[in-house]
């Protein structure tokens, strides 16, 4: 029996620590601070991996998030379990489009009221945008709290962060106000960190 648990473990250490090795080191908790992280501001183009919940007062689901962000559009591919269902939205200026995969792609130039139509709950895409990398929406008036802000009757909060390279990035996020609540983790962030030196 000793013999058998001496073998597991020696089996079970290389890959404890090849987990370890590929994940984002965890930030410890440190109170939020705008001021801090406005040079993200200028952070033109980003990516990010994970999960995502949404729960409205009539329904709620989940799915896996792949996030895009490019100067000129928004790419959000949300899917269910192994990539199925996958819904890919595309937002540009004033723009917004929706393709479920069946070759009906539904579009509109009133990004949020579609949204809000098409999910059954609103969501606040254009200020997410900003919210998902750590920053109130510029231009917007907001109250800044221990572990993130108040903006637009909105509250955000700042669970948990992940050191990528230099920075310090969201990794679990709530946002709620009275109607909806979403919840984020990231697993993964890709940054143009040639854009914020």
């Not at 000793?2 to 290389?14: G, Q």
Request: charged residues 20%; negative net charge; glycine residues 8%.
């Amino acid at each position: 029996m000793v013999e058998f648990k001496s073998r597991l473990l020696v089996w079970l250490f290389p890959a404890v620590v090849l987990m370890a090795c590929s994940t984002a080191p965890i930030v410890p908790d440190i109170a939020y601070s705008t001021e801090a992280r406005a040079h993200l501001y200028r952070l033109s183009q980003w990516s990010f991996e994970g999960r995502l919940s949404l729960t409205g007062n009539k329904d709620s689901w989940s799915a896996a998030i792949a996030w895009v962000h490019e100067p000129a559009e928004e790419q959000i591919r949300l899917s269910g379990p192994l990539g199925q269902g996958a819904t890919v939205i595309r937002l540009t200026d004033g723009f917004v489009s929706i393709d479920r995969g069946n070759g009906d792609v539904l579009a509109s130039d009133k990004p949020e009221v579609f949204i809000n139509q098409q999910l059954g709950v609103f969501v606040p895409l254009h200020a997410l945008r900003y919210w998902v990398i750590g920053l109130p929406e510029p231009g917007e008036g907001y109250e800044e709290n221990y572990s993130g802000f108040k903006q637009a009757g909105w509250l955000v909060d700042y669970r948990q962060a992940q050191s990528i390279g230099a920075q310090s990035m969201p990794r679990k996020i709530t946002v709620m106000n009275e109607q909806a609540k979403l919840k984020l983790v990231i697993d993964e962030w890709v940054l143009d960190s040639a854009s914020i030196r």
